[in-house]
């Protein structure tokens, strides 16, 4: 509680009530950037198809104005598809984030130690037995409860800390997509064909509900993350300064962990899994911001861009083939993986 303070240079203070913060001007700055980027490549990605509309067209079809044909390209055939990426790119993103604070290495992204893998199996496995459209959600949800469980448990006493936790989650990852090629091989090609889609990340024809439920999930862990963003920086420190803080470090990694599988486990419910759109998103974020702090907020916007961007190349690159947006965003984000390793050679440093 603080009252007539002078902010920092830099910082704008905001007063609501008996509580005060402050917001970093760069912040502010760096996440209007992204969004106006977010808005334009939003925008492309109505436009531009097998019928191209202007970008006044767009923004009149979004607002069933003009004609009826834009509006239903638009309305009925695009915007549930850009939604899809604005959501999933979102999540993905701020979960690798949050992943990444918490075992505080670039590597320990959510599809690296696993999560993603084991998520789509739960997926895939309720699609090849039950077929119902609701329960890929609940199932990949507690796939990627499983995987977390695994890899916390199986890391020992270093918990989220160190490679232990990375190699533990990459074993389960392998384990788990061994378990879906094996689903995937033991059923009719219909119900094959049904779930390929989970196995790759695709943002073709999802369903209206579940990318429904994701944004309402997605919109709830993002206002946690904003109310706890000076909280979770804490976990860059040490256990020892932390603790001196006055914070429970086990109440702080099982929050951010908790957000990290809920995002998870919707994202890929919707998408399946989306290669490394939880490794660049953080990363670029963390470039706007010259490293400073923990970007949560950036992480999301980037995380969407990257999404959207992905999508819009996959629909337009061969068309009128499509290539899956997970494979899209393999193909960038393979190469910066090895780019990363290259450059950060010490242990430290990742």
């Known amino acids: 509680m603080m009252h007539n303070m002078t902010p920092p240079e830099g910082y704008l203070c905001l007063t609501l009530g008996q509580y005060t913060c402050l917001i970093d001007k760069n912040a502010i700055v760096r996440n209007l950037l992204l969004v106006t980027l977010l808005i334009f490549a939003s925008i492309g990605s109505l436009a531009i198809g097998t019928l191209s509309l202007s970008p ?6 979004v607002f069933s104005v003009g004609d009826t044909m834009n509006q239903f390209v638009v309305q009925e055939l695009r915007l549930q598809r850009l939604l899809a990426g604005l959501y999933t ?6 979960a690798g984030c949050l992943m990444q604070t918490l075992a505080r290495n670039r590597l320990a992204t959510p599809g690296i130690i696993g999560i993603d893998n084991a998520a789509m199996a739960f997926a895939v496995s309720s699609v090849v037995s039950t077929g119902i459209s609701i329960a890929p959600s609940g199932m990949a ?11 916390f448990g199986l890391s020992g006493s270093s918990g989220t800390r160190g490679y232990r936790f990375i190699v533990a989650g990459i074993g389960i990852g392998s384990i788990a997509g061994a378990a879906t090629q094996l689903m995937l091989s033991q059923v009719a090609i219909d119900t094959a064909n049904a779930a390929f889609p989970w196995t790759v990340g695709s943002l073709n024809a999802r369903s209206s509900l579940m990318v429904s439920v994701l944004g309402v999930g997605l919109l709830i862990c993002l206002i946690a993350c904003m109310l706890l963003t000076h909280v979770f920086s804490l976990l860059s420190f040490s256990d020892a300064v932390v603790i001196g803080l006055g914070r429970n470090m086990k109440h702080l990694r099982m929050i951010a962990l908790s957000l990290s599988i809920v995002l998870t486990g919707l994202s890929v419910a919707v998408a ?3 290669g490394l759109v939880a490794l660049i ?9 010259r490293y400073r702090g923990t970007p949560l907020v950036g992480s999301a916007l980037a995380g969407a861009l990257i999404m959207v961007i992905a999508d819009l190349l996959g629909r337009t690159m061969l068309s009128p083939i499509e290539i899956p947006v997970g494979i899209v965003t393999s193909i960038i984000g393979g190469p910066y993986l090895i780019w990363i390793l290259i450059r950060q050679r010490s242990a430290h440093s990742l």
Do not use: I
């Not at 790119?89 to 701020?94: C, E, I, K, M, Q």
């Open 56 to 61: 006044w067209e767009v923004v009149q079809a």
């Open 89 to 94: 790119g979102a999540a993905f993103s701020l």
């Open 141 to 151: 949800l507690v796939g990627a409860a499983t995987a977390a469980a695994l890899a």
């Open 272 to 274: 399946g899994p989306v």
């Open 281 to 289: 998103g953080p990363e670029v974020a963390r470039v706007l911001a």
